[in-house]
């Protein structure tokens, strides 16, 4: 079965720290990687999605990931990180055409002003 | 334009009864989901709706839960005979479907569904 790993489940930062958060997923198919942010008391957002083409994708605010197809890994960077970045960050994954989303446990994280 | 919308924001219902929660996805969307957050988890993937095709039920943890899309537009989630374990945040999705499963799925604020 499918899975998704989010290795930090809470990480606390200092505003302008640099950021890297975990992803791993199993699955030996084709994917689409997600990567979706939920603001305090806000819906939960696209950040950035990765299908096809270069592996390091560029998202909204400054985040970007990389896909990195040896390691099963899509992990999470923003080199200096905002206070109003604090928010929970989830991992998700679907494979093929199968649209259903498989989700990582998520990530809080907490920048310091 | 309007995103997804959830209806009740929060539920609270003793153990037994059964609960109707509704989603009301982005206009023009042809594809909606429903997942569960329960504390401590991370989101679980209920079902999906795509147009008129048979919905892929593959999430629905029991058979105490259905699900219907009347129209093609609003949906419904029954739980019947709510149990504890059923308490949870339920959320609803919406997408206009693009190739190979690329699709941005856009959240609703989520419904907080409380057993006693």
């Known amino acids: 079965a499918q899975s998704v790993s989010q290795h930090n489940h809470h990480v606390i930062l200092s505003e302008a720290a640099s950021l890297e958060l975990g992803c791993n997923y199993s699955y030996g198919g084709t994917v689409n990687l997600f990567w979706y942010v939920q603001y305090p008391g806000q819906h939960l957002q696209l950040l950035l999605k990765y299908f096809s083409g270069d592996p390091l994708v560029k998202g909204i605010k400054g985040f970007e990931a990389e896909f990195i197809k040896s390691k099963f890994s899509f992990n999470l960077r923003k080199p200096s990180v905002q206070w109003s970045d604090t928010a929970e960050y989830f991992c998700a994954v679907n494979a093929g055409n199968n649209r259903k989303l498989i989700w990582g446990l998520g990530t809080s994280l907490a920048v310091n002003p | 334009g309007a995103g997804v919308s959830q209806s009740p924001s929060n539920k609270v219902t003793e153990k037994g009864k059964d609960v109707e929660l509704r989603c009301d996805p982005i206009s023009g969307h042809t594809a909606l989901y429903w997942y569960r957050q329960s504390l401590g988890q991370g989101l679980e993937f209920l079902i999906y709706?795509?147009?008129?095709?048979?919905?892929?039920k593959s999430g629905l943890p029991s058979d105490r839960f259905s699900a219907e899309r009347t129209g093609g537009s609003v949906s419904t989630l029954t739980i019947q005979r709510t149990q504890q374990e059923d308490s949870a945040v339920y959320l609803c999705?919406?997408?206009?479907?693009?190739?190979?499963?690329?699709?941005?799925?856009?959240f609703g604020p989520g419904t907080r569904l409380t057993v006693l």
């Open positions: 709706f795509q147009g008129n095709s048979a919905p892929d």
């Open positions: 999705a919406s997408s206009q479907p693009g190739p190979a499963s690329t699709d941005t799925q856009y």
